[in-house]
C-alpha cells in the first residue's frame, strides 16, 4: 500500500491511512511530495520538521512494517533537510542531467 499525504490531507490524513494498513495487515510506505510541498509559489512555506515528526510517530506506532518517504523533490537542500528530520526514506527528482549525475547527488545526501 502506498499513501501520499500531501494532497490528501496532509499530517491528518497519516493517522487513518496507518489504521487502514494495520487493518488489512499491509505494508505501506507514506509520504509528502516534495514538489508539492516546496513549491515556491505557495503562500505559506511547510513547515517540513512538523511532517516529520508527526509522520515518523505514525509510522512508529503502525503495527505492520511503514516507511516515511519525502519524494519527487527538485532541490537537494530539502531533500536533505527530510533526511536531517526523521525520514527515512527520500526520493529526489532525477532531472535532466542524467543517470551518472543523480547518482553522484544521491550519494552525497546519504553519505554527507
Sequence with gaps: MRWDTSRAGGVASHEGMIDEADRRRSQVIAGFNGEFLRDPGRVARERLALSGVLGRADAETAKMPCGLIFNQCPRDAWVREAIEVGFNLVMP??????VGVYAHRVVELTFE
Design 93 to 98: 527528482v532525477v532531472g535532466g542531467d542524467g
